[in-house]
């Protein structure tokens, strides 16, 4: 060994216990599937199965939404709002306190690394709890009129790129704002939100006001679809938003949507290189790119070209993949075979297109799902892997010559989540930023999240805010 | 129009499309008859085909920069301009609406007035709009962070058909006073305000293309404006329930945001086609 290599540093996964097999949460309890059926969630860093989940049929959400129902007429819309707020601390504060087994856990199941899910997933859940909890005895101060009104039964649809973060952003505001929820989390990473259903019953939420129904796609449909829903939140892929915003039209529902990103990560040839160096890194290999707004087209101003893709290379030598639980792994599992398939699809156009590719050296585990940190270069704006969504660990690097192209090329595609910003110079940014048509910019950083700051898209990227007072607005009826 | 001379014959009007600041007849050349509520003829408007209804877009997308650029101090001027300029047409405004609605030439007198103090009152909002809406966010670490709406693009507007001119009006002073540029199906039934109105926005200072009209059948025109793909969001609250729910369904192939409103006078006509943008930024030295 080296005097700079790392030795393993593993993360004890003796804090979690996971059952053989969970059912659905279902007015505060757990309840086997009317389906009779399960299927399994595994490691994707191992490929072992980790637990069974309930698949859900169209019994099942019958049997959710009424409990959501219920708990809406008879209890959570009746409550004092401080009240409701108290819940919501308190769910905060548990995670809090369980913060490093919801950490493993998370890992486990959706293959991130553990420093991770440790510092950004979990602390942030819980933060956006505590943010909300707030709210809920505030809201005729939140811009919607003297007494804005909950929707009602909410129908929440959360991606497995950050499983449990998505679900408390979704929870969260719908029950700060008096909305009764039923959620169902992704097939492939169901774990956390099943084990926040144990955080609902330490909290003593009443039962009902969360209902947690696991399953694939058909699950989604039936529960977006079901008559008994007043709302819709999802956060997934442009196309899976697009048959929502169709099924729900003509319907009384009303939907927020997050959806997919291929956004700018432009780099001007005044920025502090070094520092822009490490922005494209987390930008484009946080999460194994698994990031909907994550910095997927990198656009370098042409003089300082070399210099980056030069300095970003060796930054990119150094990035350790590997075991997710190893607190020194950069980049974890892929999340699924799928996943990895429709990587390694997009990629290869990009070689058949004639982009040039170029991966980090790194070993592969045997087991597992995985791909290298990669960069292509000599991208153009036609090539598939400039237009379409990779959602791995892959950027593509396409130049400009002045400010005006970096807009022009940033804003020529039909998303329009987030983008950033690379200079050292304050009126170009504020310039910049006003061209960009993204919903969130990051301006000398990237993928930074936090619940005050409203996140969410323009164009094909959805519909509505979450977070802040505007992703608050989103579960609120204006009554003015 | 009263004739003072009982021989003298009145030189009517031509009413046409309003595209990229010109008055082009349809390029499919065809019209159709609009009658006053009593069934007596009153103009042939144009039958605007689809093509007209992508120049327009056209119109309308190239007019965006500039118009969202503007500042809002000069598009408040602008819009408040609309309004005087309004104010000098009211008694043709009046004669049209009272043909078309059938209500008195008092009832239409104040439709116009209404109108005008609608156009004041959103030419206000142009710079106050980011006061109320927009925010800086206390997030937990060294940054500045704020957000701030911004228009959203080209907006199209399926004007209803009655209140004929201060439905429209609403629509579009809401539509543009952030610096969205619009794109109007005027009402097949009641169209000749929305031309006329037109005709003082050509007057107003407003850049060419921020506002286009076309006017003929909603029901023909609904599903291309639903299905292009150029165009951001709708304002739906001239259709029917049944024609709402294809406009939906055909707006969800690029994710338009399509609304319908009650008032004529609301800030949701002006939020509700803004979106948010969030810009963080490092705070170090």
């Known amino acids: 060994m080296s005097a700079f290599e790392y030795a393993p540093a593993l993360e004890s996964t003796a804090i979690v216990d996971i059952k053989e097999r969970y059912g659905h949460f279902v007015n505060g309890k757990f309840q086997a599937p009317k389906s009779g059926k399960y299927f399994p969630t595994i490691n994707p860093a191992t490929e072992k199965v980790l637990s069974n989940v309930a698949l859900g049929n169209a019994s099942d959400v019958d049997l959710a939404v009424a409990a959501a129902r219920n708990a809406y007429v008879k209890v959570w819309s009746k409550m004092p709002a401080a009240e409701r707020g108290k819940y919501l601390f308190r769910i905060a504060r548990i995670l809090q306190e369980r913060a490093r087994e919801f950490a493993v856990l998370e890992t486990l199941d959706n293959g991130k690394p553990i420093r991770e899910s440790r510092d950004t997933d979990i602390p942030l859940a819980a ?12 809201l005729e101060h939140s811009g919607n009129g003297a007494s804005p009104k909950p929707y009602g039964v909410v129908a929440q649809i959360i991606p497995w790129n950050f499983p449990l973060l998505m679900l408390a952003w979704k929870v969260a505001p719908a029950l700060a704002t008096g909305n009764t929820v039923v959620l169902k989390p992704a097939e492939t990473t169901p774990l956390t939100a099943l084990l926040f259903a144990d955080v609902c019953r330490q909290a003593e939420l009443p039962a009902g006001v969360v209902n947690i129904i696991t399953g694939a796609g058909e699950t989604g449909a039936l529960l977006v679809n079901h008559p008994g829903i007043d709302k819709v939140a999802f956060t997934g892929s442009t196309e899976v938003g697009k048959l929502i915003a169709t099924s729900i039209a003509g319907t009384k529902k009303v939907a927020t949507l997050e959806l997919g990103g291929k956004a700018a990560n432009i780099i001007y040839d005044d920025a502090a290189i070094d520092q822009a160096v490490e922005g494209i890194v987390n930008g484009i290999f946080f999460n194994q790119g698994h990031v909907c707004c994550a910095g997927s087209r990198l656009l370098v101003q042409e003089s300082v070209h070399d210099e ?3 300095k970003l290379k060796v930054r990119m030598a150094n990035i350790r993949l590997g075991n997710p639980l190893d607190k020194n792994t950069d980049i974890g599992a892929i999340n699924s075979a799928a996943q990895l398939a429709k990587i390694k699809e997009l990629t290869s156009a990009g070689d058949q297109q004639g982009a040039e590719r170029w991966s980090a050296p790194c070993e592969i585990p045997e087991a597992g799902f995985w791909f290298a940190p990669t960069v292509f270069t000599g991208v153009s704006q036609t090539h598939r892997i400039a237009r379409e969504e990779i959602f791995g660990p892959v950027l593509s690097v396409l130049t400009f010559r002045t400010p005006q192209e970096a807009i022009e090329k940033a804003n020529n595609t039909p998303y329009g989540l987030s983008a950033g910003i690379w200079t050292e110079k304050g009126s170009k940014i504020l310039w910049t930023a006003s061209k960009l048509r993204a919903g969130v910019i990051w301006a000398n950083t990237f993928n930074k999240f936090d619940p005050a700051s409203p996140f969410g898209g323009y164009k094909e990227s959805g519909w509505g805010r979450e977070g802040g007072r505007h992703g608050l607005s989103a579960y609120l009826k204006a009554i003015k | 129009m009263a004739n003072e001379n009982a021989s003298r014959i009145d030189v009517l009007k031509t ?5 990229g600041g010109a008055f082009p007849r349809s390029e499919s050349g065809r019209v159709y008859e609009v009658t006053g509520a009593n069934g007596k003829h009153l103009a042939n408007p144009a039958l605007a085909s689809r093509k007209d209804l992508r120049d327009a877009v056209v119109a309308a997308r190239a007019a965006f920069n500039g118009w969202s650029d503007a500042t809002a101090y000069n598009r408040g001027q602008i819009l408040y301009r609309m309004a005087e300029i309004l104010e000098g047409r009211s008694a043709q405004l009046t004669t ?3 043909a078309l609605e059938g209500v008195t030439p008092r009832a239409a007198a104040l439709q116009v007035q209404e109108s005008i103090d609608l156009l004041v009152w959103y030419a206000g909002w142009s710079d ?30 399926l004007a209803p058909s009655s209140p004929s001119l201060l439905g429209l009006v609403g629509a579009i002073a809401g539509v543009i006073t952030s610096g969205n540029t619009a794109v109007v199906i005027a009402s097949e039934k009641s169209p000749l305000p929305a031309i006329t109105f ?39 609250s001239g259709v029917s329930t049944k024609l709402l729910k294809e406009i939906k369904v055909a707006g969800a192939q690029n994710l338009k945001r399509i609304k319908v409103f009650g008032e004529v006078k609301s800030t949701a006509r002006i939020l509700d086609f803004m979106e948010t943008k969030t810009v963080w930024h490092t705070i170090g030295i």
Do not use: R
């Open chain 1, 127 to 138: 933060a956006h709890f505590f943010y909300h909890a707030g709210w809920a005895d505030k």
């Open chain 1, 308 to 310: 980056v893709l030069e």
């Open chain 2, 15 to 19: 009413y046409k499309l309003f595209i």
């Open chain 2, 96 to 98: 049209e609406i009272s």
């Open chain 2, 128 to 157: 106050k709009i980011s006061a109320l809406a927009g925010s800086t966010n206390a997030v937990s670490g060294p940054f500045y962070n704020f957000s701030i709406p911004e228009p959203i693009g080209v907006v199209a507007i």
């Open chain 2, 198 to 236: 037109a005709e003082c926005m050509a007057t107003s200072d407003l850049p060419a293309g921020v506002v286009n009209v076309l006017t003929g059948s909603t029901t023909e025109l609904a599903p291309w404006v639903a299905s292009h793909m150029d165009i951001d969001a709708i304002d739906a």
